[in-house]
């Protein structure tokens, strides 16, 4: 598949039954590294299974690596991510929501010059592959930035070898776009005659 203009996820945490609520990202960076706390009393706790503990304490882990695993891609990505990490998240026993997965979305369009897309696709891949434990989605957006890398490269090497190819190579583009669309507009099915109907 070929890399677009569009913006992509990188979506290391595929989260089977999961909530689908999803949460901007938090303002404060203490918030950031704390789940979210319901309202409930102090007492609910204490009501609580050793199995639901064992679960919340699994949550809470979780929690944690998803956050700092997002971090990381939104730390590498810099001016290329079009937004904070969003999360998803599951409701513990305890009633408190813990992320379960998230994503960072990063613009993986090229840029306007074979130079300008090799820098942005050496930035995609550190983003993609900057946290400890790479997901399957984020290799696969490293290896699509890699391509696009190796794309801009040999564009560079083609242009620096022969600068005025470069230019003439454009030229002979346009003309071939030219003459193809004269040879459709000649091969296609002739217009109606015009028709005037004069009413009095």
């Known amino acids: 598949m070929a890399i677009s203009a569009i913006a992509a996820s990188v979506n290391p945490y595929a989260a089977s039954g999961a909530a689908p609520a999803r949460a ?5 960076a203490q ?7 319901p309202q409930t ?5 204490a009501e609580l299974t050793s199995d ?6 699994q949550l809470k882990a979780r929690d944690q690596q998803v956050r700092q695993h997002e971090m990381a891609h939104l730390s590498a990505a810099g001016g290329l991510a079009t937004s904070g990490p969003t999360y998803t998240y599951q409701r ?3 009633g408190i929501n813990y992320a379960i997965g998230g994503e960072v979305n990063i613009d993986t369009s090229p840029g306007r010059t074979p130079q300008e897309t ?3 696709a050496r930035t995609i891949q550190a983003a993609a592959l900057a946290p400890a434990d790479p997901s399957g989605p984020d290799r696969a957006i ?3 930035a890699q391509q696009m890398a190796q794309q801009a490269s ?4 083609a242009q620096q070898s022969n600068p005025d190819g470069a230019q003439q190579g454009a030229a002979a583009q346009a003309q071939d776009a030219q003459q193809s669309a004269v040879q459709r507009a000649y091969n296609a099915a002739p217009a109606q005659q015009p028709v005037i109907n004069v009413y009095a």
Not at 24 to 28: E, K, M, N, T, Y
Not at 31 to 37: L, R, V
Not at 41 to 45: E, I, L, T, V
Request: charged residues 35%.
């Open 41 to 45: 009393k102090q007492g609910a706790k």
């Open 31 to 37: 918030e950031a590294q704390k789940p979210q706390e």
């Open 92 to 94: 513990g026993p305890d």
């Open 118 to 120: 090799l820098e942005r």
């Open 142 to 144: 490293a290896a699509r």
């Open 24 to 28: 901007a990202p938090a303002q404060g």
């Open 52 to 57: 639901q503990l064992k679960q919340i304490d």
């Open 154 to 157: 040999q564009e560079l090497t």
